[in-house]
């Protein structure tokens, strides 16, 4: 598997960042930037049948762990620490759990082991009943996407995926049939009797229901190293809603907690 990457920063202690589901790397592009500036080497990957990699079955979190320790081995890189935004963050979990001694730290934004319900039902509709034979621009895209979701920002999310090909028409980043058939896999509980000793971040939007409070218990089963952070005025995507805040919380873990 040979992940689509891209790098900030040449020197410095390496993080790892994964988007979350129906994302790509490029999402995280001036957070990672801004980490780099601070004297870090930061990787942003797109995970397999996202982004620019690989469109391949299956779509597991075994199977994006797998990727994760394959790309780690590639780029010879030492002890990084792991960053991942829900889908992402269980893709970290999952890895953590199954490759003990080869990262520096975790963290893992709005998300928890746990098993979660499928919601985006209605969003894989929408983007199954776009034609995209017929579509001409992105404001059309965005048109035909809105009788299934209506709010701007998510659709701007998804429509970030969108790309004109370069013989013509427009097609999708990632992989919808794929996403579409094995979407139940995506909520899966990521499992072990296993304990991460290392130092661990969670992260949680203080408008999200990802992570509840009752959820912390069994977290810190898991992960007992690990603390939690409620970012003030910020949903899921902690990262979009508040730059400055989750930066600000992603640095003072790294300084204080990982060696």
Do not use: C
């Not at 993080?15 to 790509?24: A, K, R, V």
């Not at 983007?127 to 998510?154: C, F, H, I, T």
């Not at 005025?233 to 790294?254: R, T």
């Amino acid at each position: 598997m040979q992940l689509n990457f891209k790098q900030f920063g040449e020197s410095g202690k390496p993080l790892i960042i994964l988007h979350g589901l129906f994302g790509l790397l490029d999402n995280w592009l001036t957070i990672g930037k801004t980490i780099s500036e601070h004297g870090y080497k930061v990787f942003l990957v797109d995970q397999r049948n996202h982004g620019r990699s690989p469109h391949e079955a299956p779509l597991s979190f075994p199977a994006f762990a797998a990727d994760l320790k394959e790309f780690i081995s590639q780029q010879h890189i030492q002890d990084p620490v792991l960053i991942g935004h829900s889908m992402g963050g269980k893709t970290v979990m999952e890895y953590a759990l199954t490759n003990p001694g080869t990262y520096g730290g975790l963290v893992v934004v709005d998300i928890g082991p746990k098993p979660y319900p499928v919601h985006h039902q209605k969003i894989l509709e929408g983007l199954n009943a776009m034609n995209l034979k017929e579509v001409e621009n992105r404001n059309q895209a965005d048109e035909m996407l809105s009788r299934y979701e209506p709010a701007l920002g998510v659709r701007q999310f998804l429509l970030k995926n969108l790309y004109r090909k370069e013989e013509g028409g427009f097609a999708w980043r990632f992989n919808l049939p794929l996403l579409t058939s094995d979407i139940e896999n995506i909520g899966a509980e990521v499992r072990s009797d296993l304990k991460v000793e290392v130092p661990a971040l969670f992260m949680r939007g203080e408008k999200s229901d990802y992570i509840l409070d009752e959820d912390w218990a069994g977290i810190l089963k898991m992960f007992p190293n690990a603390r939690l952070e409620t970012i003030a005025n910020a949903g899921h995507w902690i990262q979009a809603d508040q730059p400055k805040s989750f930066v600000a919380a992603l640095l003072e873990f790294m300084d204080k907690a990982v060696i």
